[in-house]
């Protein structure tokens, strides 16, 4: 009983030791307010994890908001769930004289909402702070202390948190048992001013005077640029179970049994059935075509994310019976149906995004937001994406391509790439008879095949009403004022990954009247390419995402009393990001042939090449608006 | 009086059909809802929500009186990759303490497969906390294919027996069988009104005896017992620029009229206006916030109360509060409202920022009053009725020997005189407690201008360059501060530039960034790069320099189902002017034109001007009117496609050396 009374004085008294009504900004050097919307002063960030069984996180923030934009930046909260808890959590606001404004004492004050509000379930939650501020600058001083069972988890450390903001002091300290000794992956360190002081049972990472970074379109994704550390130990608790994680062979092993080992199990009946469907097939890869199909026809995605932090798979035995689940619960059901036919997969973790983020190959640890299949196929591996109803066997798209996975063999586990899609396979050709009309309206037949990436984009038309359709293709080729389609047919190929469309289009505002005649765009269907803005003093590198290559050939048709004026030349350009060749062609004197070749090279250029990209860019911009002058002769 | 009224609705009770209400067993569906494959008056349709019935009830659970809800409904899946609503969320509110929350019982779901029945335990329904007020429950129908039927029923059992919900009579997809039942002891009485031109199939609405047991009273109470049913009603359709579709669709509202509570004594809600305006006067925070202007006198400076001019002393009062105050974005009426506390602590909900502005407006002698709105998304206050619960804003109104004005003082970029957008949505109902409140268009800011003046001029290589000033006013003012966000010139420039790709602009400025009663002007300079092609002699240039306010037709779709709400009328004036230096000879300049909507609610004009050396383009557009009803669809389609043919204009020179 006393024993309680006087932790209860303690708290009080160490409450009010961090509560207080004014605050005085520390000197800070001027420039790091330059092109930054918000400051962090002073960042104190103490991890104890020298029991497996628990860590513990004690944070302090202070942060100077210059303005609106940085206030909307400034989110200040903390999960909990199931196995996490928030011990205590406040937020002081200050006004520019250092007067306190507003005091967020404890977790009632904040706003305690369901962390991933898609989810059908989900433990996890997010508290966190609601301000509104009457005058800036102001500053708010922000504190926590978090604890969780779930060792597996070490919040990385980011001194910077985002572009137009800058740093003055951050500090990241963690305390680790000698014997499981924290590892930890510094990224992007260099040119700024970071020391890391490491002793036997502690890592100490200070940063200081850090200027804002500024964003720049067509840069490398973000973890790419901002310094941040991750962190791990080679054992770890997660959901009272002990894990190990020394290397990739021995951690996929140990996720393999904790996740997969008692979720395999499915009805006689299901293996009965899966037979059969195969029974005809003689190859693994007609019966794994058959199985994604099955897969396909009979479930659906639904979050639910429920069991070892959101990391395990609802059972086997409930997807077959539900015929819904996430991404885990579909991948591992899929795997199962294959293993009760005798073909080899792999549940494969990865992180899903348009932006390409690896697994860190040198970095055993949790990563990854996403699982697909793998199905080996000789020295290839077949890639399934199982929350897919529509995609087609062996694609997985924009968000999974290319990129460092995480594929649990019985082996063990082992870090591969996934498919990179080279720009000849993201191909669009397009095809287009054009007849032009004495009045200069236009008729044409357009037929379009896409593979790729750029199928992707196009593939889910046929599932859209007629009315989506067509404005579909009015945003597509919005340049033309006013247009009919009609006659529309789509062919989906998901056998050879091939998206044709078919249509028939009618425009009377195409072409420019003009004194002698007509002015005619002969690129009448590829007109949107964007141009990438000036950035004066580019500090990042130039990243394009993915290669394409668009083909189009397009013939007009001209009727008596109109002719063509003058041909423009044919261009060829080449450059380090791509070629580009446009060829203008009088075959006839009432056929006009116009061919129109870009390809984009995926890569990552210099700083400096950003200008000269540009300048491709603006120059096929410029080649694709050029025309001919058509005439009247009676 | 209110006697009178009581009469009125005792007599209309009298009228009785013999309706019957349609009640389905739940889990047994019938042989054609299992078979249907296709459903031919809507063949693109995913999904039809084969039947659905609601049943709102006054019940004594636990000797306390609860509103019950209890709903049951059944989908077919025709086609099950498309169809999106095999996962359900039913929200209800979920306060502090165990009085104030509402309850999900009685849940039952199943999914059938031809005679197969899958069903959802009541675990496998998961209840989620949204914020402090509100959660999910939600669940999801297993094994879901083509032909599958979704049924699913509940009861959410409501404290809250004055708000009774509403019942819509259309779904995502399309309805075959909806109806609403309600069984409401008699003294609760709610006016109805049916939004949408649709007529109910079954309107029922009869007296049912001795229904209504309160302990401690001997004779039990009558209930009026109501039918309300629709057939095949089309699926909810949203287009652009409309008001909610929840206007134009079969839609039932219930306002609760009056309330006799236990010990007999009766409470009237809404049987007048009069009643409710002495409600909002006497008893609401709301009417005792309004009685604040002698605190508000203290606080406003001497200088704006010593302006003679009433505009200019209600100008410099608004700019005041605005200035004073910062929205904490949440947008209140019936809740709790501290004027005194909002003004003190600088930041407040939409009702206090604007009941602040009344009183102030009021301490300076001038006659502001309250108004009542529903926003934008909201459907419109029902003019039938006595109508409480339509509304869910606040507004400022103010009168000016005559002239009126509507204020909102939430945002920092709006000017005097300028209602955020989501305040355009029809009528709003003015408090005045004198003479009684009454009905007042809330009609959006009219002077919405973009205007352009481009002069450009040719130098001894037949080089153009130019100078360009865009000046915005009204809505299209307030949508530029909005998107300028006070960023920094360098990302604003990079932006205006990304925008005119055929230029390099340079000398960027921008006046009146942050005084929202002068207009928010650009000025650049530019020189053109590369769009002025030439073929030999010939140059084709482009007459629209710069970016004009419509740059794609908004209506691109061949076929309109609703009534069309631009939400304010707006003026287009570009002029560009070209000095060709003696360089050039012009050859052909596009078409002068003039084009107009009927009824004079628009006016397309073009000219262009052509001498010795030089041409002047002048386009003005005018959109005189902004809600149009459907049938003016077509010829607004054109209007526009004639301003863009208008701004895709090429002027063609010859150079002359």
Redesign the interface.
């Known amino acids: 009983m006393i024993k309680k009374y006087v932790f209860c004085l303690f708290l009080l008294l160490w409450g009010q030791l961090f509560a207080q009504k004014t605050y005085t900004l520390p000197e800070y050097p001027k420039e790091l307010a330059t092109?930054s919307n918000r400051i962090l002063i002073e960042e104190l960030i103490e991890t104890d994890i020298t029991n497996i069984n628990k860590i513990s996180v004690k944070k302090r923030q202070v942060w100077l908001v210059l303005?609106?934009?940085g206030h909307r930046a400034t989110n200040l909260y903390e999960f909990y769930d199931d196995n996490s808890r928030i011990k205590s959590i406040r937020a002081q606001y200050y006004d520019a004289q250092g007067n306190r404004q507003t005091y967020l004492k404890k977790k009632k004050d904040f706003?305690?909402?369901?962390h991933a509000g898609e989810n059908?379930?989900?433990d996890s939650r997010i508290v966190s702070a609601v301000y509104?501020?009457?005058s800036y600058p102001y500053v708010v001083v922000f504190e926590s202390e978090t604890e969780s069972g779930d060792t597996a988890f070490i919040n990385r450390w980011a001194p910077l948190s985002g572009y137009a903001s800058s740093t003055y002091k951050s500090t990241y300290k963690i305390k680790f048992d000698p014997k499981n000794k924290v590892r930890y992956k510094p990224m992007n360190f260099d040119g700024f001013n970071i020391t890391v002081d490491e002793t036997p049972e502690e890592l100490i990472f200070t940063a200081e005077n850090l200027t804002a970074l500024q964003y720049e379109e067509y840069s490398p994704y973000f973890t790419a640029i901002f310094p941040h550390a991750n962190f791990a130990l080679d054992h770890f608790m997660l959901k009272g179970k002990q894990g190990t994680a020394t290397s990739w062979k021995s951690f996929g092993k140990c996720m393999e049994e904790e996740l997969l080992g008692d979720v395999n199990e499915i009805p006689e009946h299901t293996i009965q059935r899966v037979r059969n469907l195969v029974a005809n097939e003689k190859t693994n890869e007609a019966k794994a075509r058959k199985i994604y199909q099955y897969l396909q026809?009979?479930v659906?995605y639904?979050s639910v994310q429920i069991g070892i932090g959101g990391w395990k798979p609802m059972p086997a035995l409930e997807v077959d019976?539900?015929?819904?689940g996430d991404c885990k619960a579909l991948t591992n059901y899929t795997k199962v149906l294959l293993d009760a036919l005798g073909i080899s997969s792999y549940y494969t973790v990865l992180y899903a995004d348009s932006n390409t983020i690896d697994i860190h190959e040198d970095f055993v640890s949790f990563q990854g937001n996403h699982v697909i299949l793998g199905i080996p196929d000789g020295d290839k591996i077949t890639w399934l994406e199982c929350t897919s109803?529509?995609t087609p066997y062996g694609f997985i798209g924009s968000v999974s391509h290319n990129r460092n996975v995480l594929m649990l063999t019985p082996e063990g586990g082992e870090i591969v790439r996934t498919k990179t899609y080279a720009a000849e396979e993201n191909s669009q050709k397009t095809v287009a008879q054009v007849q032009v009309a004495k009045t200069g309206k236009i008729t044409a037949s357009v037929s379009r095949e896409s593979y790729g990436l750029q199928y992707e984009t196009k593939f889910r038309l046929p599932?859209l009403?007629?009315?989506d359709v067509?404005?579909f293709y009015?945003n597509e080729w919005?340049y033309i004022?006013?247009f009919l389609i009609s006659d529309v047919s789509f062919d989906n190929n998901r056998e050879a990954v091939v998206f044709k469309e078919k249509l028939k289009i009618e425009t009377d505002?195409y072409v420019?009247p003009?004194?002698e005649g007509f002015?005619l765009i002969p690129n009448i269907f590829n007109q949107r390419l964007h141009?990438p803005?000036?950035?004066p003093n580019r500090k990042n590198p130039l990243e394009i995402a993915y290669g394409y290559i668009d083909e189009d050939t397009i013939e007009i048709r001209l009727p008596q009393g109109l002719s063509v004026?003058?041909v423009p030349d044919s261009v060829n350009l080449e450059t380090k990001f791509g070629t580009y060749q446009v060829a203008f062609e009088q075959v006839t004197s009432e056929l006009l042939v116009y061919k129109r070749r870009l390809k984009i090279q995926k890569g990552v250029f210099p700083a400096e090449e950003y200008v000269n990209y540009r300048e491709f860019i603006?120059n096929v911009?410029?080649l694709d608006?050029?025309?001919f002058?058509l005439i009247t002769s009676d | 009086m209110k006697f009178l009224l009581f009469s009125v609705f005792l007599f209309c009770l009298v009228q009785v059909s013999s309706a019957q209400s349609l009640i389905h067993p739940f889990g047994e569906p019938t042989v054609q809802e299992l078979n249907m494959s296709e459903y031919k008056d809507d063949p693109?349709a995913a999904g039809v929500v084969l039947y659905e019935r609601g049943h709102y009830q006054v019940e004594l659970i636990e000797n306390r009186i609860y509103l019950t809800y209890e709903i049951h409904r059944k989908t077919k899946v025709l086609d099950?990759?498309?169809f999106k609503g095999?996962?359900v969320a039913v929200s209800y509110y979920h306060g502090t303490g165990r009085d104030s929350d509402e309850k999900i019982t009685n849940f039952r779901a199943i999914t059938h497969n031809g005679s197969r029945k899958?069903p959802v335990n009541e675990k496998e329904l998961?209840h989620?906390?949204?914020?402090?007020y509100w959660a999910n429950a939600?669940?999801?129908f297993?094994?879901?294919?083509d032909g599958s039927v979704l049924e699913y029923s509940y009861k959410l059992i409501s404290p809250y027996f004055q708000n009774l919900n509403g019942w819509a009579f259309v779904n995502y997809y399309p309805t075959l069988y909806s109806e609403l039942t309600t069984e409401l002891p008699g003294n609760f009485i709610y006016s109805k009104t049916l939004y949408g031109d649709k007529k109910l199939d079954v309107e029922d609405v009869s007296i049912k005896k001795s229904c209504f047991h309160l302990p401690g009273y001997r004779v039990p109470g009558d209930c009026e017992v109501g039918v309300y049913a629709m057939k095949n009603i089309p699926a909810i359709e949203e287009e652009d620029y409309m008001l909610s579709p929840y206007n134009y669709s079969p839609y039932l509202k219930f306002e609760l009229i009056q309330a006799m509570d236990m010990l007999g004594s009766r409470h009237y809600f809404t049987s007048s206006w009069k009643t409710l305006d002495d409600y909002f006067n006497a008893d609401s925070n709301l009417g005792r916030e309004l009685t604040n202007s002698g605190y508000m006198k203290k606080q406003l400076p001497n200088e704006i109360l010593n302006i003679s001019d009433k505009t200019e002393r209600a100008k410099a009062v608004y700019y005041f509060i605005q200035k004073h105050m910062?929205?904490?974005?949440h947008r209140r009426l019936m809740t709790h409202t501290d004027i005194k506390n909002a003004f003190t602590?600088?930041?407040g909900h939409s009702s206090e920022i604007n009941l602040i502005l009344i009183n102030a407006l009021e301490a300076a002698g001038l006659d502001a009053k309250a108004m009542l709105i529903a926003t934008r998304n909201s459907v419109m206050p029902s003019k039938l009725h006595t109508v409480y619960t339509g509304f869910d804003y606040l507004i400022a109104r103010l009168d000016i020997d005559g002239k009126i004005y509507h204020l909102d003082a939430t945002s920092k970029n709006t000017s005097f005189g300028l209602l955020p957008i989501y305040c355009l949505n029809g009528d709003g109902r003015v408090l005045d407690f004198k003479k009684g409140s009454f009905w007042e268009p809330v009609t959006p800011y009219n002077r919405n201008v973009h205007y352009v003046n481009v002069n450009l001029k040719a130098n001894e290589n037949g080089q153009f360059s130019g100078t360009a000033e865009e000046i915005y006013a009204g809505y299209i003012d307030l949508y530029m501060r909005v998107q300028d966000?006070?960023?920094?010139m360098e990302e604003l420039l990079?932006?205006k530039?990304?925008q005119n790709?055929q230029l390099n602009l340079t000398n960027f400025e921008i006046e009146n960034r942050n005084n929202p009663d002068q207009p928010y002007k650009e000025k650049y300079d530019f020189t053109f790069i590369?769009?002025n092609?030439n073929?030999?002699d010939?140059y084709?240039i482009s007459t629209f320099t710069f970016q004009p306010y419509i740059n794609?037709?908004p209506f691109?779709?061949?076929?309109r189902k609703y009534p069309i709400d631009l939400y304010f009328p707006f003026v287009n004036t570009y002029t560009v002017n070209f000095d060709l230096g003696n360089q050039y000879e012009v050859?052909?300049v596009p078409e002068n034109k003039t084009i107009s909507l009927p009824n004079n609610d628009g006016i397309l004009n073009v000219k262009y001007e052509v001498s010795d050396n030089s041409v002047v383009m002048r386009m003005n557009f005018r959109l005189n009117n902004y809600h149009y009803p459907t049938e003016a669809y077509a010829a607004l389609q054109e209007f526009f496609?004639q301003l863009?043919?208008a701004q895709?204009g090429?002027l063609?020179l010859r150079k002359i050396n």
């Open positions: 092109k303005n609106k934009t706003q305690d909402r369901p059908l379930y989900s509104h501020p009457t026809d009979k659906r639904v019976k539900l015929s819904y109803q529509e599932k009403k007629a009315a067509e404005t009015r919005s004022n006013r505002s420019k003009v004194s002015l141009v803005p000036q950035i004026r003058s603006r911009n410029r608006n050029e025309l002058v | 693109e099950a990759s498309r095999a996962d899958l998961y989620v906390k949204d914020d402090t939600r669940f999801s297993p094994d879901v294919k910062h929205w904490n974005q602590k600088k930041t966000g006070n960023l920094i990079k932006r530039q990304n790709e590369e769009k092609i073929k030999g010939t084709y794609s037709n691109v779709n061949n076929y050859l052909k496609t863009m043919e895709s090429v063609e």
